[in-house]
């Protein structure tokens, strides 16, 4: 089967004055216009694609690379607003529309906005979205505490920063986990900080440590704090005085330590471990 708005791998299987048909594996045929024809090929060679529809309406393929495909979020700029709608450069000769309806704000000219493509099942054409959160589903997540996720800032709240998580669920980062500036459509790592009972997402920006990651991390920082900020623990104690104090290997102990100390959250003393 071809997808419409996502990249193709289909075979070259004849020419034409047009060009060559290059058809999946089901003998469904898509035209490769002249100006996309590798300069040397062969009958059977297969070529990577994207497909979707041209400004006749018709299926072609093209070794173009957009800015977004089917089923994705990016920042995109708003070449022209029409009496229909917008139309947005994606990177492709014809511009990618997004309907007044599908607009969160009236885009402008000149514009940049966070949109969604998607298949417009009536039409038959790829459209644009910045109404994302109906593009996003909290109701089974694909995500665990503490887990490392991709994230693209959306847009701002009260309490913080919407975010879209995995770019397929909604999260929050608080305020009070923002260091930095963060800008609608900027891309970066983060971590699942909480779940909440209602599926909602906390996101934070930074590692913090690995005591919010690793539970043996956690575990010897909390002990740490307990203890005034000291363990008489090192690399070399006895794994019995490690498994009585802290109820885990010695080569677990390590392993949280070593981490701990590349966040600079620890010093390691030949006494034992301080907390900085």
Request: proline content about 3%.
């Amino acid at each position: 089967m071809i997808h419409i708005g996502e990249y193709n791998t289909l075979e070259i299987i004849r020419e034409a004055e047009q060009g060559v048909y290059i058809a999946d594996t089901e003998g469904n045929e898509v035209l490769l216009p002249n100006r996309y024809v590798p300069e040397t090929y062969k009958i059977w060679d297969k070529i990577e694609v994207f497909v979707y529809l041209d400004n006749e309406e018709r299926l072609v393929a093209v070794t173009d690379k957009p800015y977004i495909t089917r089923g994705e979020f990016a920042m995109l700029r708003c070449n022209q607003v029409t009496n229909h709608g917008a139309f947005l450069d994606w990177g492709m000769v014809k511009e990618l529309f997004c309907p007044f309806k599908e607009q969160a704000f009236k885009m402008k000219t000149g514009g940049w906005y966070l949109v969604y493509c998607y298949l417009d099942e009536k039409t038959g054409r790829l459209a644009a979205s910045s109404k994302t959160n109906q593009f996003l589903d909290n109701k089974d997540l694909t995500v665990t505490q503490f887990e490392e996720v991709d994230i693209i800032i959306s847009h701002p709240s009260e309490i913080g920063m919407n975010v879209i998580v995995n770019n397929r669920h909604a999260g929050l980062i608080f305020q009070d986990d923002i260091y930095k500036e963060l800008s609608i459509g900027d891309r970066m790592r983060g971590v699942v900080k909480k779940i909440r009972p209602d599926n909602k997402l906390d996101i934070t920006l930074e590692q913090i440590g690995y005591r919010k990651i690793e539970p043996n991390a956690d575990i010897i920082m909390h002990e740490l704090e307990d203890n005034g900020g000291y363990l008489s623990l090192t690399d070399k104690s006895n794994p019995e005085d490690i498994k009585a104090v802290l109820q885990m290997s010695k080569k677990t102990f390590k392993k949280a330590i070593g981490t701990l100390y590349k966040q600079r959250l620890i010093e390691i003393k030949e006494d034992g471990i301080y907390l900085i």
